[in-house]
């Protein structure tokens, strides 16, 4: 086990991670943690969180399923029960579409990824930095109509998070973040 923990720290401290790395899992289990009592399931979340982003190459698209494949692996190879690993996967799986789901603990963990949308304008203008140089391989002729894409889908749907909790909190102020990168303000 400790072993795989070593893994998954190299992993999140690859130089190239600029956002998605400890720090992010460290936020997500603090959105997490304060809303623990309405989790279903903590240890499915738990295995969710921290091989959901474990693997991250900027070059693929199915980052979200080889860190499923990955996260599988070793759970299998711990004798976690398929049903858990299967839940597991699926909430993984979630984080490629972030659409709503059937499952609560899903939604709340989608949520959760997504909560960085909804902080404080300081902090999303450094995310937003941060994702960029996690991108840095393209230049803005390239980078620039994806990331607007990505955030114009954000806008285009009904609401941005899933449940009441996450909506409430960090629904406006995602809005206005989105909106304002969209405007191009970067100070």
Request: aromatic share 12%; hydrophobic share 35%.
């Amino acid at each position: 086990m400790i072993t795989y923990w070593t893994e998954l720290s190299d992993a999140y401290s690859q130089p190239r991670r600029h956002y998605h790395n400890l720090t992010h899992l460290e936020n997500l289990y603090h959105e997490l943690v304060s809303i623990k009592t309405q989790i279903q399931d903590w240890e499915i979340l738990l295995w969710a969180l921290f091989y959901h982003d474990a693997v991250y190459d900027t070059l693929k698209s199915n980052n979200e399923e080889k860190s499923a494949a990955l996260a599988e692996k070793r759970m299998k190879s711990l004798g976690v029960s398929e049903e858990i690993v299967a839940r597991v996967v699926e909430m993984i799986l979630a984080t490629k579409t972030h659409v709503i789901s059937e499952n609560q603990d899903v939604n709340y963990f989608t949520d959760a990824d997504l909560s960085i949308l909804g902080k404080d304008w300081e902090v999303y203008k450094q995310y937003a930095k941060q994702v960029r140089n996690e991108y840095a391989i393209y230049p803005d002729l390239l980078y620039n109509p994806g990331r607007k894409k990505v955030l114009k889908h954000f806008l285009e749907m009904n609401q941005i998070f899933k449940t009441d909790y996450f909506t409430q909190k960090y629904e406006g102020q995602a809005i206005l973040n989105i909106s304002r990168e969209l405007e191009g303000d970067r100070g």
